[in-house]
C-alpha cells in the first residue's frame, strides 16, 4: 500500500487535491473516480519514495499500534456524544498526535469529510488501518445516527483483544525464551566444545564409541557447512512464510494449527470468541446477517474457521436458519449450538452470543493459565535428553581412556 499525491475535480466542478492510499496507480484512479472525483494529476507521494515511506518516518516511527486505534475509538465516542462536528473533532485529535502515520491518515479523513464524503468512506481508503468491522460499524453508526455508540463498541471490542493477544504473549514468553536459550546452548557446545575434545581425543588415537563419533560428525558439518545450514534456514523460513500467507497455503496451515497439540484448542477458542463477540456487536447494531457473517469471516484471525463463517453466510442467504448453518460447520460446541437456536428463536441472538463469547474467552484464560505448567516437563525432558546425549558423547571416552590407564 503506497501513498499517491493527487488533483483533480469533483462533481459540482471544483478543485480538490489531497493524499489517497493504493495498491498501485490504477487502484488510486479507480478509488478516485468512485468517489466522485475526476482525477488531473495523479502521481506517487514523495513520503513513499523510499518503499512507501519516507526517511523521517522509517527512523522515528511509521506503525500504527492497537492501542492508538483504541485510543481514538475513545476519543471519537466522547466527542461524538458531546456533539462537536466530525471534521472538527478528527481535526483536533490529528493535532495532538506524535504518530506521523495516524496523523497522515487522519489528515486524509479530514479532506475526505470536507470533500462532502461521508465518515465510513474517507476511512475505506486505508484498508490496512481500518478493517471490515471497523467500516461496517462506522457505516452502521452513520446511518442509524447513533455513531457514538458504534467507536463505543469498537473501543471495547479492540480493548479484549488486546488483552488476548497479551496473555497469548505472555504465556508463551517463556517457553520461547527457554527453547531460544537451548539454541543458543547447543550452537556453543556443537561449535566450540565438541571440536575442542575431538582434537584431544585425536591426539590420543584411542577408539571412540559411537556417540562420540556421531556428536563429532555433526560438528563438523555444522562448522564447515554453516553458511549452507543458515541459507537452507532462511529460505525455507521466507520459503514458508509465502506459502502460509498464500490463499490455499494460509488455509492448509491454520487448518492444521486448530490440530496442534497444547496449542491448537486455545486457536480455536480465540478464533470462536471473536467470532461471537464480532457477531453480537454487528447484530446489536443492526447488520444484516448475512453481511455479518461475511463481515465476522474476516476478523476470526483463521482462514480455515473464516470459510465456514463464509460458508454459514451462504446457507442463510439460501433461506436456511443460523442454527442448521452453524450446525453443519462443525466448528461449535453442542453448548454454543443450543444457545445460537435459542437466540434465533427468541429474537436475543447479539446477548446470547455475548455469553458464548464470555465462555469462550474464560476457556481461552484457563489454557493460557494451564500453557505454562504443561509446557515446563516438556522442556524439561527436552533438556535431560539434550545434556544425556552430551554427557554420553563426551564423557563416554573420557572414562574408558581411565579404564584403560587404570
Do not use: C
Not at 79 to 86: E, F, I, S, Y
Not at 369 to 394: D, K, W, Y
Request: no cysteine; glycine share 10%; proline share 4%.
Amino acid at each position: 500500500m503506497a501513498s499517491y499525491t493527487y488533483k483533480g475535480r469533483n462533481i459540482e466542478g471544483g478543485l480538490v487535491d489531497g493524499i489517497i492510499d493504493a495498491a498501485n496507480l490504477d487502484a488510486a484512479a479507480d478509488t478516485l473516480l468512485g468517489s466522485r472525483i475526476t482525477p488531473i494529476e495523479l502521481k506517487l507521494a514523495e513520503d513513499d519514495v523510499l518503499g512507501g515511506r519516507s526517511l523521517k518516518q522509517i527512523l522515528i516511527q511509521d506503525k500504527i499500534t492497537p492501542i492508538e486505534l483504541i485510543t481514538f475509538s475513545r476519543q471519537m465516542y466522547n466527542l461524538t456524544k458531546a456533539g462537536l462536528p466530525l471534521d472538527r473533532a478528527i481535526r483536533g485529535l490529528e493535532a495532538s498526535l506524535s504518530n506521523p502515520a495516524m496523523r497522515r491518515v487522519l489528515k486524509s479523513v479530514i479532506q475526505s469529510l470536507e470533500r462532502g464524503n461521508t465518515l465510513s468512506e474517507g476511512m475505506s481508503q486505508h484498508p490496512k488501518v481500518f478493517n471490515d468491522l471497523f467500516l461496517s460499524l462506522v457505516r452502521v453508526g452513520e446511518n442509524t445516527g447513533r455513531l457514538d455508540l458504534a467507536f463505543q463498541d469498537l473501543g471495547r471490542y479492540m480493548e479484549i483483544e488486546r488483552n488476548t493477544d497479551k496473555q497469548l504473549k505472555s504465556a508463551t514468553r517463556y517457553p520461547m525464551f527457554v527453547l531460544m536459550a537451548m539454541a543458543g546452548a547447543i550452537a556453543v557446545v556443537t561449535v566450540f566444545v565438541i571440536p575442542a575434545f575431538s582434537g584431544v581425543f585425536s591426539k590420543l588415537g584411542a577408539d571412540l564409541p559411537w556417540q562420540t563419533r556421531a556428536l563429532i560428525a555433526t560438528s563438523d558439518f555444522a562448522v564447515n557447512a554453516w553458511p549452507v545450514i543458515l541459507s537452507l534456514i532462511v529460505i525455507g523460513y521466507g520459503g514458508f512464510q509465502y506459502w502460509a500467507k498464500s490463499a490455499k497455503g494460509g488455509l492448509i496451515w491454520d487448518k492444521l494449527r486448530l490440530k496442534m497439540p497444547l496449542v491448537g484448542n486455545i486457536f480455536e477458542r480465540i478464533a470462536l470468541a471473536r467470532f461471537a463477540k464480532t457477531f453480537a456487536i454487528l447484530g446489536r447494531s443492526g447488520v444484516p446477517i448475512v453481511t455479518a457473517l461475511s463481515v465476522v469471516a474476516d476478523v476470526v484471525g483463521n482462514k480455515y474457521i473464516g470459510k465456514q463463517v463464509a460458508g454459514m453466510g451462504g446457507g442463510v442467504s439460501r433461506g436456511e436458519s443460523l442454527y442448521l448453518t452453524a450446525q453443519r460447520s462443525e466448528i461449535f460446541l453442542p453448548l454454543v449450538l443450543q444457545m445460537i437456536a435459542v437466540g434465533e428463536e427468541s429474537g436475543s441472538l447479539p446477548d446470547l452470543l455475548d455469553e458464548v463469547s464470555d465462555f469462550y474467552d474464560g476457556e481461552v484464560e484457563y489454557d493460557l493459565n494451564r500453557l505454562t505448567a504443561s509446557i515446563e516437563p516438556i522442556l524439561i525432558m527436552f533438556i535431560a535428553v539434550l545434556v544425556l546425549i552430551l554427557a554420553l558423547g563426551v564423557f563416554l571416552p573420557i572414562w574408558d581412556l581411565g579404564a584403560a590407564a587404570r
